[in-house]
């Protein structure tokens, strides 16, 4: 694994993209890898859990439970079971998704894989149903920075028919909430209908520890929290000794700078998918490229994302 110096975290070790091909080099390669990180050493039936296993000579399913008479195979019981893409594929698309500090748009992976671009835009939700778990931190013991942003387009930049003309800020956004907990750099970030004490109340409950130290800016939607300090940014105070909110602010940049240079468009209705991505990134981000592959692999278990219900009104 490359070991050449470059930005970034130095105690990180890498993957090149050859030494990637070279580590799959063929379907079985990557079947044998997929199968050591969601098995580890014992193979387990994807339909009802039993270590009752053996091989089978099936077409797709190259295994059949004694238990519950049913094949298996590696995806069965993950998010990426029926797939008909090549697992080959499957882990460069991991790879990509991960080591692309923006995200990868389907767009660029279709090109990349050799897969359709609906193809491709379904293998990155399904991955990010992986990432989903990785952005499900709770118990932060503190300090802890809370902070809320607003996705969507400039109503400048909208068509004339589609402009609210109801002020600046964050008319026609969607309101996204995120805590960063400073001890562990681990953050979650949520979708919410608004900002304002009762989701503020709601986020901080379900994700830091009741006597955790609480740092905001001065929003009226965090003047009931306990323990808590504030920056005036509506005086321009942006930071006060240890008192800021500069680290759950750039998990915030880095979404923008996504959207407007990878995705271009974010819906509604997909947006905590996204937000999962770039908070989970943030939380694996100190483990070498290959703990992050594996980690993220192992997260698609138990999960399960169908083409209908993604596109689902």
């Known amino acids: ?13 890498g993957i090149t993209l050859i030494e990637l091909v070279e580590m799959f080099p063929t379907e079985d390669s990557a079947r044998e890898w997929f199968e050591s990180v969601i098995w580890q050493d014992v193979r387990v039936c994807g339909h009802c859990g039993s270590e009752r296993t053996s091989e089978a000579a099936h077409k797709t399913m190259p295994y059949r439970c004694r238990d519950c008479k049913q ?22 698309a991991i790879y990509l998704e991960l080591t692309s500090l923006k995200g990868v748009s389907s767009m660029k992976l279709h090109r990349d894989l050799g897969v359709t671009q609906k193809t491709a835009w379904f293998m990155l ?27 969507g387009g400039l109503e400048r930049n909208k068509h004339a028919d589609k402009k609210l003309n ?21 953050v979650a970030a949520e979708v919410v209908e608004s900002v304002n004490a009762a989701t503020t109340g709601a986020f901080l409950a379900d994700h830091v520890a009741g006597s955790a ?14 323990i808590h300090e504030t920056v005036r940014h509506s005086a321009r105070e942006y ?9 759950i602010e750039s998990l915030w940049s880095m979404l923008k700078r996504a959207h407007k240079g990878t995705y271009h468009n974010l819906s509604e ?32 278990c138990g999960r399960r994302l169908r083409y209908r219900d993604l596109i689902a009104a």
């Open 239 to 247: 930071v006060r000794g240890d008192v800021h909110t500069n680290g």
């Open 166 to 186: 109801a002020g600046r800020g964050p008319v026609g956004k969607t309101a996204v909430i995120g805590v960063k907990d400073r001890a562990t750099g681990q």
């Open 71 to 92: 094949y298996f195979s590696v995806k069965t019981g993950t998010a990426i079971a029926s797939s008909k893409v090549p697992l080959r594929k499957w882990v460069m």
């Open 1 to 13: 694994m490359s070991k050449q110096k470059a930005p970034g975290k130095s105690h990180r070790t």
């Open 213 to 226: 130290a609480v740092f905001t800016d001065d929003a009226l939607a965090y003047r009931h929290l306990p």
């Open 125 to 151: 939700m399904r991955i990010r149903e992986a990432f989903a778990e990785l952005a499900n931190v709770s118990d932060m013991r503190g300090p802890v920075e809370i902070d809320e942003t607003y996705v």
């Open 269 to 300: 209705k997909h947006l905590q998918r996204y937000v999962a991505s770039f908070a989970a990134r943030q939380n694996i981000r100190g483990k070498d490229t290959a703990a992050q592959m594996a980690v993220t692999t192992a997260a698609l």
